[in-house]
């Protein structure tokens, strides 16, 4: 077959193994037994003084000595009738030429068009960045026609026995554009027939490299199909390891292989180079090639996750203008709409009468418009958007971006949610940028319009710290917000509630210490402040009177009430959950209470949650007493293991128990509570299996560290422990956990392991571990009652 110029069509169409379309038959050689011994001989002799050195790290395609079925499974040239898989290894091809010359040929299919692939590959100055084998590149000057001369080294790694050789190789290049394609007098092969991939690689073998004659593209297009072309050759009497060095990078567009709507091209290079006669050529011909297609991957990889972020950014475009679109156009329902305005009439008539807000003008119209953007603003749901405006409606009264401005500056000083905190509680703190003018504003307009111009001032403060801002811009939000309903002239029930609510949080604000923050906190939260006051009083006489009887009982309080007193007002407020246990407390004042007082108040403020193991508490406080402050730190994440509750397999409702598996966790106190800052993400996955793994806690705390960063193991404990629970008890064995890879590995067969071929041992393990702590809460029980009796 006729080949003229880059035109190569074998007549056994053999497309890539990498490609979408269905292989070839095979054709088979009557000789090609002693074909491939006689290719082993002269494989074994090419390797024999570089044996050491050569490793690939990938198969290169296309080698004749590779095998002799790499004819068949690289193509002599891509046609656009053939599509490579998207994402799959680049196609490469590599063919001997006189002398120590290499011709190396590769193609990859990329999705974008040819211009944006273009764009990347004549941006010189980038290229480095783009390709990962370029060690160097360097514009030394550019032409008129877009070309370029470029100073560049190039590198190929591989690795032998765990060590990095690197085989460098510098030379200076004229870049040369062709946008309508290379001319096919400039092209080598012009005479070439052939008929299979040996015959090409037969006459390539011959066909001698010429100056300003390029290697043929390695991909070629049916006719009025538009190619470009760059060319690159190495410069005379310039610096260079190469005697010849002559490249071409194309770029087609494929039209049968895109989907609908999008863009697909192929880019291939085609090079022929020769190194110098001192420069050995046959221990890293294997390694440039597969460095060539890994530099074709880079570029895939960089020109389609441009592409997929630009898409990524206009879509996020398109849906912020779609969403500001839909918020324009956007308005209450009508019902809501009432409310609003009923809102507006009741807090500030005046706007309505005067269809203005101190200055602003303001219709009902600008209430469908506002409220939209509030709630976008804002962040919450249109329920907790109407919570804030029926507590003030201000922020529907003034401008949408005002309202995204202080929001945004609160935020900047503390955090978002803090800053929804204090707009919660006095929303008119969102009518900063409102001046007063003459008019009919009232008292609480005026106070509103005075306390957000100070709340600006606070923020501008730089003299102030963040968190003195907020706590300052805290307690009189909380004092505004409680002399509201006094200042509109409604004070009625409801209105000093909120009032004398408000006062009590702003004081709890202040407070000089915790202990009386805890009081006015719990004042605050009462429905009924004096009946609060009253019932903590009742407790406290019924506690003196129990410390008359018991003169033993007062004298140790006595000998510890000077560091008692400062704690006095949080120890008030739980008065009547304590009560019952005051002769058990009083007991251990003596040996614990120094290293339980720093963190008193902060027991009482969690005293509710305490109280119901109260009892064990202080039976075991030898253990507990000096892990109390890193207790008090991870409470709510140690609270859901005071009780185990012991679901059926199969989720069936109203077949769980629930037992307390306190006391057996006690032993292991001493181990865990000092991990828990590292260990506290595992304990919500844990917990459910803890029935599963309680067993073999013994022998699973010395490997505890080792998955600090596995928290999927806990997940799958129970699965773990069925199937490799075994292996603790066997001498030695456990030890391979000391391995790097192995906590690794574990996890990740845990998420392999099918829980169905085990689930009846779990149902007995539940099961048993169920009554054995079952048996112990009775015995706490009866603890309980102990208590209770000596209580006169």
């Avoid at 591989?158 to 040369?176: E, P, S």
């Avoid at 043929?216 to 190619?227: A, K, L, N, Q, T």
């Avoid at 939209?372 to 329920?383: D, K, M």
């Avoid at 990740?748 to 007995?764: A, E, F």
Wanted: charged content about 25%; hydrophobic content about 40%; overall charge neutral.
């Amino acid at each position: 077959m006729a080949l003229s110029g880059a035109v190569v069509r074998p007549k056994t169409a053999t497309p890539s193994a990498r490609v979408a379309t269905p292989r070839s038959p095979t054709l088979k050689n009557a000789h090609a037994v002693p074909r491939r011994a006689s290719r082993l001989a002269r494989q074994l002799l090419a390797l024999l003084p570089v044996a050491s050195m050569r490793k690939r790290k990938r198969k290169v395609l296309g080698r004749e000595d590779e095998s002799a079925e790499a004819d068949e499974d690289t193509p002599v040239v891509l046609t656009d009738s053939v599509c490579l898989i998207p994402g799959g290894e680049p196609v490469v091809r590599l063919e001997d030429a006189p002398g120590n010359a290499r011709r190396i040929f590769t193609g990859v299919d990329i999705g974008a068009s040819v211009e944006e692939v273009w764009e990347v590959m004549t941006n010189y100055e980038e290229l480095e960045s783009r390709i990962p084998n370029l060690a160097q590149n360097q514009v030394m000057k550019r032409s008129e026609d877009g070309g370029a001369r470029l100073w560049q080294v190039g590198q190929a790694k591989w690795t032998v026995l765990g060590k990095d050789f690197f085989f460098k190789a510098c030379t200076t290049l004229d870049v040369h554009l062709w946008p309508n394609g290379l001319p096919s007098e400039m092209t080598a092969g012009q005479q070439m027939c052939a008929s299979s991939s040996e015959e090409v690689r037969d006459y390539d073998r011959t066909l001698p490299l010429v100056r300003d004659i390029f290697p043929r593209p390695f991909s070629i297009s049916d006719e009025g199909v538009p190619v470009r072309d760059i060319t690159m050759q190495n410069v005379l009497n310039e610096r260079s390891d190469f005697v010849h060095y002559r490249g071409v990078w194309r770029f087609q567009p494929l039209r049968g292989c895109a989907m609908d709507g999008q863009d697909m091209m192929r880019l291939t290079f085609s090079v022929e180079c020769q190194p110098h006669w001192f420069l050995p050529v046959a221990p890293v011909e294997g390694r440039i090639a597969a460095a060539m297609a890994e530099n074709m991957v880079a570029i895939r990889s960089f020109i389609e996750c441009r592409k997929a972020q630009e898409a990524e950014a206009e879509a996020k475009a398109a849906k912020a203008k779609a969403d500001a679109e839909a918020v324009e156009q956007a308005s209450p329902d009508e019902e809501l709409q009432e409310r609003l305005w009923q809102l507006v009439q009741e807090q500030h008539p005046e706007a309505i009468r005067d269809e203005a807000f101190l200055a602003m003008p303001f219709k009902r119209v600008d209430l469908q418009r506002r409220w939209p953007r509030l709630v976008q603003t804002l962040g919450v749901s249109e329920h907790q958007a109407l919570e804030i405006v029926e507590t003030d409606v201000t922020p529907l009264l003034v401008e949408s971006d005002d309202v995204a401005e202080i929001l945004s500056r609160l935020a900047a000083i503390s955090s978002r949610e803090k800053a929804l905190e204090l707009i919660g509680i006095y929303p008119s703190i969102l009518a900063h940028d409102v001046k007063l003018t003459k008019g009919h504003a009232g008292v609480s307009t005026i106070a509103d319009v005075i306390y957000a111009s100070r709340v600006r001032n606070v923020i501008d403060d730089v003299q102030k710290a963040d968190k003195g801002k907020i706590e300052e811009i805290e307690v009189y939000s909380h004092i505004l917000a409680g002399l509201k309903p006094l200042v509109r002239g409604k004070l009625d029930a409801e209105g000093l509630q909120t009032l004398r609510s408000k006062l009590l949080e702003a004081s709890a604000t202040i407070a000089p210490n915790n202990a009386l923050r805890i009081l006015l906190k719990r004042l605050a939260e009462a429905p009924d402040p004096l009946a609060f006051l009253l019932w903590q009083t009742k407790a406290g006489l019924s506690v003196a009177w129990l410390l008359l009887q018991q003169p033993s009982l007062a004298l140790s309080i006595a000998n510890h009430s000077p560091r008692i007193f400062p704690h006095l007002p949080s120890i008030y407020t739980r008065l009547s959950v304590i009560e019952p246990h005051v002769p058990g407390i009083v007991r251990i004042l003596d040996p614990y209470f120094e290293v339980v007082r720093p963190h008193l108040d902060r027991i009482m403020e969690r005293m509710d949650e305490i109280e119901p193991h109260l009892p064990f508490i202080l039976l075991n406080l030898d253990v507990l007493a000096k892990h109390c402050g890193t207790l008090l730190d991870y409470f709510d994440d140690l609270l859901p293991f005071a009780i185990m509750n012991f679901d059926d397999e199969d989720g069936e409702k109203g077949r769980s128990e629930s037992v307390q598996h306190l006391p057996v966790l006690l032993n292991y106190v001493d181990f865990i509570v000092p991990r828990l800052p590292r260990l506290r993400h595992h304990l919500p996955y844990i917990r459910p299996h803890m029935v599963h793994v309680m067993p073999y806690l013994d022998k699973l705390l010395p490997y505890v560290d080792l998955f600090e960063d596995h928290p999927q193991a806990s997940a799958n404990a129970d699965v773990l422990t069925a199937y490799l629970g075994w292996v603790l008890y066997v001498p030695v064995l456990p030890r391979v956990l000391y391995l790097p890879v192995m906590p690794w590995a574990i996890t990740r067969l845990s998420c392999y392991l099918p829980r169905r071929w085990v689930r009846p041992l779990l149902r007995r393990r539940r099961r048993r571990l169920g009554q054995r702590l079952a048996t112990t809460q009775a015995g706490r029980s009866k603890m309980r009652l102990t208590v209770a009796k000596e209580k006169p």
